[in-house]
Nanobody, 124 residues
Framework: QVQLLESGGGLVQAGGSLRLSCVAS????????MGWFRQAPGKERKFVAG????????YYSDSVKGRFTISRDNAKTTLYLQMNSLKPEDTAVYYC?????????????????WGQGTQVTVSS
């Protein structure tokens, strides 16, 4: 059973940067697509970015395109989310998730394993 553990969240001023990490343990990482989602208070969980098993294919929501970068290191079984030019509206709990297949989807469907989340707060 794969477990995912996120880290790297925190409090940052608008315009700042953070890098989130998600370490996978207990299973196969390199053959699965991965994704980052976020959930703001009182709102539904939303897709942020996805990456296929090899890292060669990525996709971003319009709200983060050009500011966030998703990447992975299969040797370290770790997923990353580099977040630049952060805005107050990026404030949310960020979750990493593992897709049951080798690619990703832009909804929660198909993501079978989730981390516990890490809080990102952007002050204005």
């Amino acid at each position: 059973q794969v477990q995912l553990l996120e880290s790297g969240g925190g409090l940052v001023q608008a315009g700042g940067s953070l890098r989130l990490s998600c370490v996978a343990s207990g299973g196969t990482f390199s053959t699965h697509g991965m994704g980052w989602f976020r959930q703001a208070p009182g709102k539904e969980r939303k897709f942020v970015a996805g990456i296929n098993y090899s890292g060669r294919a990525t996709y971003y929501s319009d709200s983060v395109k050009g500011r966030f970068t998703i990447s992975r290191d299969n040797a370290k079984t770790t997923l990353y989310l580099q977040m630049n030019s952060l805005k107050p509206e990026d404030t949310a709990v960020y979750y990493c998730a593992m897709h049951r297949g080798s690619h990703y989807s832009t909804t929660a469907n198909g993501f079978d394993t989730w981390g516990q989340g890490t809080q990102v707060t952007v002050s204005s």
